[in-house]
């Protein structure tokens, strides 16, 4: 892809972040699924850092090697004519010039976004906020180094694992707080995974200086909701993976049992 055509999908997906209006992505793991969900309309591609990691045998936690990941992203650009983010979960490094190798990698093959985490990669906790702002800002001098205006979806975990009902004040003003640090670090947008109670939705968006990212799900309200309380982008994460790898299990199982082949 030229340098001039990746600037232009980045600047129109950054775009494509607006309240009241939010980008839907329907969250892919390889060539094949990307083309499918391009020609189903999507204004965008995302892959999910689960489903990728599924889709070569592994587990999710960086435990797909980083060499693996570039290559999936760099077998997606080409068939895509759309914009393509990447998740690239913390950065596979602890170090901001880590981080900042790792990026440069997945620019070069074609990425025009990431997701970038400060849950810790195998122990409970987060990043702390200095050293997570410093490793976004890694990543945004290694985009302008190479001369894309990454779009850097900054994921903040502070809800993880909190039941609907404990989600709370307090873990608001967390967020807030690293949403406004992350901003002034370089982050384009605000991801804010397991966040479902809507009142602490519409504070969020309303309170953070980030265009808002929320996961869906059984508990997440709706899209149409979402809109509504000032969501600017909906991504489904692993969910599209898990939903065909069940399909196919079925379509499998029907096949042993019956052996008569399906319509298609």
């Known amino acids: 892809m030229d340098k001039e055509t990746q600037k232009s999908r980045a600047r129109a997906f950054a775009a494509l972040h607006r309240k009241g209006d939010p ?3 329907f969250n892919v793991w390889d060539a094949a699924s990307a083309g499918a969900v391009a020609r189903a309309g999507a204004a965008a591609i995302a892959t999910s850092s689960f489903a990728v990691a599924l889709a070569h045998g592994t587990g999710d936690g960086e435990n797909l090697a980083l060499d693996k990941l570039v290559a999936a992203v760099a077998e997606i650009a080409p068939v895509v004519d759309l914009p393509l983010t990447a998740d690239i979960e913390t950065g596979y490094g602890r ?10 990698r997945i620019v070069e093959a074609g ?6 985490e400060d849950g810790l990669i195998g122990a409970r906790g987060l990043v702390p906020v200095e050293e997570q702002s410093a490793r976004i800002a890694a990543a945004r001098a290694a ?7 990454l779009f850097i979806n ?3 975990d502070v809800f993880k694992g909190v039941p609907e009902a404990e989600q709370s004040d307090e873990h608001l003003a967390a967020t807030l707080e690293r949403a406004g640090a992350y901003a002034k670090a370089g982050a384009s947008g605000l991801f804010a995974p397991w966040l ?4 602490l939705i519409e504070r969020l968006c309303s309170e953070t200086p980030l265009p808002v990212n929320i996961l869906a799900g059984p508990k997440t309200p709706a899209v149409g909701e979402l809109a509504a309380l000032g969501v600017s982008r909906v991504s ?3 969910w599209p993976a898990f939903d065909m790898l069940a ?3 079925a379509a499998a199982k029907d096949w042993f049992a019956t052996g008569v082949a399906g319509a298609g």
């Open 247 to 249: 399909r196919l299990e």
């Open 236 to 238: 489904l994460g692993a």
């Open 196 to 199: 479902v109670a809507p009142a």
């Open 154 to 156: 900054a994921r903040c």
């Open 95 to 104: 170090t901001p010039q880590e981080v900042a190798a790792s990026v440069a």
């Open 111 to 116: 990425a025009i976004g990431i997701n970038l």
């Open 143 to 149: 985009a302008d180094k190479a001369g894309i205006p």
């Open 23 to 25: 980008l839907k992505l």
